[in-house]
């Protein structure tokens, strides 16, 4: 058994992104406690887990109880599977329901019976205690430092365009189309989500219609060492005539602004072509995850071509702009 703790930002979104992982390698989310998700799956799913970008960690679930004495009592049968040395480290979520102050030392002894050495400054292990509505206690396999998606924002890349999404929720977007080989982003701007594409191995396709943008996504792809690529000068709109392919996975967060900054085209009239080029260059089954303004119909023009929309998570930006990010899959 296994726990991920998501992030708080976008929770359903990001609970969907492991639901999605999980897909791929053979596991399934079976409980849920506020940000706490409790995972049945394989070994096999762990590289798969390890894609996660709105994921703060995730473990080995060893003990789950209903108060601290009956998680103190459980983890004396437990064989703790810890190398080296260890410190007990609590996570008190918004809904904790239980006294959980004294905790990390008393379960600390509990381990340390077993022979463990304690280390509270660097410990070789991490024993991650949650307060919830119950209470639970794993070790930590994977934590997913913020520092390393920090470094690929925006204004840290060579070519800089300061609209562009977090790479956390770009890495998301990636995720929620389940790509295993290739991704195309149609309107890729600086190239912000084929970055975190090209990270996870997979080859990935741009397009845009600005040739600066063509060569600045080229030049921040090769400065974060992804090499395997396809840019393209071209228009989202006319897709079919850029490829001679069909993909399994599209992901693209299109421009929000004015006339100017959309080639002279109308904003809607814009994105009700670009999903109807995206639908004819995708595969049957493909997915296509894409952000749209929340005054735009995303779903209603989507599912007029034929699309089947799998989930919608709502982001407010700023006081002028709220969007909601779209999965969909074309059956």
Do not use: Q
């Given at each position: 058994m296994l726990y991920v703790e998501i992030l708080g930002n976008l929770p359903e979104m990001a609970r969907d992104e492991v639901k999605a992982m999980l897909e791929l390698g053979g596991g399934k989310i079976v409980g849920q406690d506020y940000l706490f998700l409790k995972v049945d799956a394989p070994e096999r799913a762990f590289p798969f887990l390890d894609r996660l970008g709105l994921a703060h960690e995730y473990g080995e679930l060893l003990v789950e109880a209903d108060s601290v004495d009956e998680l103190l009592?459980?983890?004396?049968?437990?064989?703790?599977?810890?190398?080296?040395?260890?410190?007990?480290?609590?996570?008190?979520?918004?809904?904790?329901?239980?006294?959980v102050l004294d905790l990390p030392r008393k379960l600390g002894a509990v381990i340390h019976s077993q022979g463990h050495r304690v280390n509270l400054s660097r410990p070789n292990t991490l024993v991650r205690v949650y307060c919830g509505e119950k209470l639970y206690a794993g070790i930590r396999l994977r934590f997913f430092d913020p520092k390393d998606f920090e470094r690929r924002k925006a204004h840290h890349r060579p070519f800089f365009r300061p609209i562009s999404l977090h790479p956390r929720v770009s890495r998301a977007l990636v995720n929620l189309t389940k790509a295993t080989k290739e991704l195309l982003d149609p309107m890729m701007g600086a190239g912000g989500i084929l970055i975190e594409a090209g990270?996870?191995?997979?080859?990935?396709?741009?397009?845009?219609?600005?040739?600066e943008m063509v060569e600045g996504a080229e030049m921040n792809l090769r400065h974060y060492g992804v090499r395997d690529f396809e840019l393209k000068l071209g228009d989202a709109t006319r897709l079919e005539e850029l490829f001679d392919k069909k993909f399994e996975a599209v992901a693209t967060d299109p421009p929000y602004?004015?006339?100017?900054?959309?080639a002279g085209r109308k904003r809607e009239e814009l994105y009700r072509a670009v999903l109807?080029?995206?639908?004819?260059?995708?595969?049957?089954?493909?997915?296509?995850?894409?952000?749209?303004?929340?005054?735009?119909?995303g779903m209603g023009e989507a599912e007029k071509l034929g699309f089947k929309m799998l989930g919608r998570y709502y982001q407010r930006v700023h006081k002028s702009l709220e969007r909601y990010f779209y999965v969909f899959t074309k059956d």
């Open positions: 009592r459980k983890a004396k049968d437990v064989e703790w599977p810890i190398e080296g040395t260890f410190k007990v480290d609590t996570e008190t979520m918004a809904n904790c329901r239980h006294d990270l996870l191995g997979l080859k990935v396709y741009g397009v845009d219609i600005k040739p602004g004015t006339a100017a900054t959309l109807r080029s995206i639908y004819n260059v995708l595969k049957p089954g493909g997915r296509l995850a894409i952000a749209f303004p929340t005054s735009f119909d």
